[in-house]
């Protein structure tokens, strides 16, 4: 059964940084479309960044310079390393595998989410 | 980046009614849009991608048509289970963009 578990939230200072990962389960991280979605206290969905198979990442305007999404092919996880943290980036943080078909993929499965707050 | 525009923002109705959700787009995103349904402290779950597509598992109560920049999700028989928030997401450019929401609650 395909399993994502976020880990590595937590209350951090505006101007921090923390580093974010999720273990996968029944897959290979390295081979598969990763995504990064967080969602703000009572508020929508937003993307943060992907990193496709072949090794090609794209972020939102919101966090490029300040993320880095990557991937640890020994221990089959999916990172995001925030630097700079602001008080806008507090959030529940997602990750997930995404289904690819027709040249699209889509987020097909979901990890149960980690807390990030960034306040003094 | 390409805008997501869901409405209504909030729905009320009732068990067994058929309810639908637009979803529009500020630019054209041919058919590479999904629909999610998140539950109260739960991840979301796709429902329905490439527009109409339904994801193994899903309910054939739900469906989803369109393509360009106007798309719905219809329900045609509401469950106690289906009260939930749905989003449309395009996935056309690297930029994924999500919808507001759509709050459906129950009457």
């Known amino acids: 059964e395909v399993q994502l578990a976020e880990s590595g939230g937590g209350l951090i200072q505006p101007g921090g940084s923390l580093r974010l990962s999720c273990t996968a389960s029944?897959?290979?991280?390295?081979?598969?479309?990763m995504t990064w979605v967080r969602q703000s206290p009572g508020k929508g969905l937003e993307w943060v960044s992907t990193?496709?198979?072949?090794?090609?990442?794209y972020y939102a305007d919101s966090v490029k310079g300040r993320f880095t999404i990557s991937r640890d092919n020994s221990k089959n996880t999916l990172s995001l390393q925030m630097n700079s943290l602001r008080a806008e980036d507090t959030a529940i943080y997602y990750c997930?595998?995404?289904?690819?078909?027709?040249?699209?993929?889509?987020?097909?499965?979901w990890g149960q989410g980690t807390q990030v707050t960034v306040s003094s | 980046d390409i805008q997501l525009t869901q409405s209504p923002s909030f729905l009320s109705a009732s068990v067994g009614d058929r309810v639908t959700i637009t979803c529009r787009a500020s630019?054209?995103?041919?058919?590479?849009l999904a629909w999610y349904q998140q539950k109260p402290g739960k991840a979301p779950k796709l429902l329905i991608y490439?527009?109409?597509t339904l994801q193994s598992g899903v309910p054939s109560r739900f469906s989803g048509s369109g393509s360009g920049t106007e798309f719905t999700l219809t329900i045609s028989s509401l469950q106690p289970e289906d009260f939930a928030t749905y989003y449309c997401?395009?996935?056309?450019?690297?930029?994924?963009?999500f919808g507001q929401g759509t709050r459906l609650e129950i009457k």
């Open positions: 997401q395009q996935v056309n450019s690297y930029a994924i963009t």
């Open positions: 490439a527009a109409s």
């Open positions: 990193i496709y198979s072949g090794g090609n990442t």
């Open positions: 997930t595998r995404g289904y690819c078909t027709d040249g699209s993929c889509y987020s097909a499965y």
């Open positions: 029944a897959f290979t991280v390295s081979t598969n479309y």
């Open positions: 630019q054209g995103v041919s058919s590479y």
